[in-house]
């Protein structure tokens, strides 16, 4: 029995989960600089604008959770959300970023339309709470180190404070020393939870620590998850997306080239398509 994901509704008529149709949160894994960020979001939007899909632009203004000490965190707190502000405003985008301590979350909220719970800290329930009274529609990370089943206790956290308005990512398992694996099975048993349900692609084909001082990836494998995961009911797709990977100043081997993302877009269409007209049948 199919589970229907809870509605989302997000600013200039956004709306996720529910009876609409698959969305994506995409965008650079961290803001490089204002104009780079910029662009990738003018671009990316107009692809979903041509495809009529629901888009979040994610970017990161610090990546604290870096595998060495002179890996590049982005511009920072206010700073980086002054670019994503300008770009909210600008493009009419709803923006997500991820928070890292309590205290940045007052700030954020002011600015964010979706505030992400990083993987690593999906429990910690102090920064969870506190994201949650914001009343902000919330984006969980599942942790790398947790069951799917175990992602209710999650839940019931952000619904203590009130806060329904919450999305669940899947991005991965480990699978021994820095590798991932996507356990299919996450999906479904996700969705059993009422909330919409997303399939990380990216950080799915992630190798934590596989260059030693950074983490690599096989980027390649990327439209492979994006359609597993939508074809067992993902609500929408998350998605590291740059013009030009290889100088990529975060996550470079596990990002899809913007040029390849209108075919990946329009080939999951056609699949979330051909899902619903069966579904009907039955």
Known sequence: MTTVAKEIKLINNVKIGGPNSFFLIGGPCVIETHKH???????????CD?????????????????S????????????????LNHI?????VPILSDVHETAQVEKAAEVLDVIQIPAFLCRQTDLILAAAQTQKPLN???????????????????LSQK???IIITERGTFFGYNNLVFDIRSIPIMKRLGFPVVIDASHSVQKPGGQGASSGGDAEFIPYIAKAGVSVGADGVFLEIHDNPPQALSDKHNSLYLNELHVLLSSLCQLKSALSRNNSLD
């Open 68 to 83: 060495s000490i002179s890996s590049f965190r982005g511009p920072g707190l206010e700073k980086g959300l002054d670019i």
């Open 163 to 165: 806060n329904d308005n």
């Open 50 to 66: 041509h495809l009529k899909i629901p888009f979040i632009f994610k970017a990161s203004y610090d990546k604290a959770n870096r």
């Open 140 to 158: 969980i990370k599942k942790g790398q180190f947790l069951s799917p089943y175990d992602m209710k206790n999650v839940i019931d956290k952000i």
């Open 88 to 92: 909210k405003k600008e493009l009419g």
């Open 37 to 47: 960020t910029f662009f990738l979001a003018r671009e990316i939007k107009k692809i």
